[in-house]
């Protein structure tokens, strides 16, 4: 049975990346999507939780969180506040044009076995071990210090990314250039001319390629105000497009995940990816 | 220099001074906190093309933090076709807010004869929001249209 320990750990990790195989759901919530004129400030909450978008689990971490100005310069977040199940922070938006604010997360984590002893790869989850006398825990931070002699070298490779995206009077598309690395979207239909009566179009890439037979979630929120989740679930074709109808004017929630063996870092059998962002759909 | 206004005048009155009119009409609420709404009225062709904007009503004299021109997005169906891309204000479009009762805004002169979708929105601070479509001709096709709840009846005429 001590052999089976370290690899559970393993196990732990890889499911404590933020992807759609944890039920919870990773989301950021901006006060408003398409602003008047460029003295405006957006508020955004960041939470992860079941339902959309009540927060009601655990609040996420802003230190990751990303911004974007529309000429593709690096902007920040202000304001920055975590509470026990939210998040929040504001973005000034004081240039035209369409923002990203979000999370790109790339992280490895697996095992390896050293002279017998099994490791694992990546940051420890859970609590320390118990008594002073316990052994420390055999693990590493980072793939780079993987030791010289290590065997069976298993390593996943996850690619996360969690965006949301602002527009200041018109909208305009550099943010949304995808950069060919992981699961990016794509979308046809920019995320600010939604509307409940017109379809929209979204392509999903990886690495640059359409991405063919993925499964992207929708999922409206204000659940407690309806009985159904109404939720959808969509495929995407060969050119890695699904054709979004709305069922009513609201927030959605997207979600699509992916996985292949085409990772970057050596000794990466797998690649996971997983992205994610909220769409405000204004009524006709 | 005065003659050149002059002369310029004197066109306006030889040909048709406008391509139609349109008829807004804001009706009289009795609510608690009554605000004038931002109106955009504008055209849309109907075999497709730019929606052009007629006239926007808001805040004009609103400045500082939060200008009068920060709740236009309000106006969201004008706002997503064209708004969004206009500078405001607007020379012979934008205007101050107005009150409850009838208003005539002429359609500009140089709008193409053809068949258009005319589209007046309504947004009001602490209420609601409504869109009034009409089917219109320009220049000769006279059509109706009425609101139910922020708009009264919404006409063209010749």
Do not use: C
Request: positive net charge; aromatic residues 6%; glycine residues 10%.
């Amino acid at each position: 049975m001590r052999s089976l320990a370290p690899s559970l750990l393993a196990a732990v990790a890889v499911l404590a990346i933020p992807t759609s195989a944890s039920a919870h759901r990773q989301w950021l919530l901006p006060s408003e999507t398409s602003v008047s004129g460029t003295d405006s400030w957006v508020t955004v909450d960041a939470a992860i939780s079941n339902d959309l978008f009540y927060p009601d689990h655990v609040a996420m971490q802003t230190g990751a969180i990303n911004v974007t100005q529309p000429d593709g310069s690096e902007g920040k977040i202000q304001n920055a506040a975590t509470g026990r199940y939210r998040s929040m922070f504001d973005v000034q938006i004081d240039k035209p044009g369409t923002w990203k604010i979000g999370t790109f997360a790339t992280n490895v984590s697996g095992s390896f076995k050293l002279n017998g002893e099994d490791w694992t790869v990546g940051r420890r989850r859970g609590p320390p071990p118990a008594g002073a006398n316990a052994a420390p825990p055999r693990t590493v931070a980072t793939v780079a210090e993987i030791p010289a002699g290590a065997t069976d070298i298993k390593l996943t490779e996850a690619i996360n990314r969690n965006e949301v995206f602002v527009t200041s009077d018109a909208p305009t598309a550099i943010v949304l250039k995808p950069t060919g690395k992981g699961l990016e979207f794509d979308p046809q239909t920019h995320p600010s001319d939604l509307v409940a009566n017109e379809p929209a179009k979204f392509r999903f890439l990886i690495d640059s390629k359409p991405a063919a037979g993925l499964k992207v979630t929708l999922v409206p929120g204000g659940k407690r105000f309806r009985d159904a989740e109404s939720a959808q679930e969509l495929t995407t074709g060969a050119d890695g497009v699904i054709d979004v109808r709305w069922p009513f004017a609201g927030v959605y929630w997207l979600n699509v995940s992916a996985s292949d063996a085409n990772s970057s870092i050596p000794n990466a059998a797998q690649r996971r990816m997983s992205y994610t962002t909220t769409l405000e759909v204004p009524a006709p | 220099m005065r003659s050149i206004p002059l002369l310029l005048l004197g066109g306006a009155i030889a040909v048709p001074a406008s391509a139609g009119t349109v008829t807004v009409t804001i009706p009289r609420l009795n609510v608690a906190e009554y605000h004038k709404p931002y109106v955009a009225v504008w055209v849309e062709p109907v075999g497709g093309g730019a929606p052009r904007t007629i006239a926007v009503w808001y805040d004009v004299k609103l400045l500082g933090n939060e200008p009068g021109t920060k709740w236009l997005s309000d106006l969201r169906t004008w706002w997503r076709k064209g708004g969004r891309s206009m500078a405001m204000p607007a020379d012979g479009v934008s205007g101050a807010t107005r009150g409850p009762g009838r208003h005539t805004i002429p359609l500009p002169r140089n709008l193409r004869p053809g068949n258009y979708v005319l589209n007046v929105e309504a947004a009001r601070e602490t209420g609601g929001r409504e869109l009034v479509t009409v089917p219109i001709t320009v220049p000769s096709g006279a059509g109706n249209a009425t609101g139910r709840t922020e708009l009264g009846a919404v006409t063209f005429s010749r």
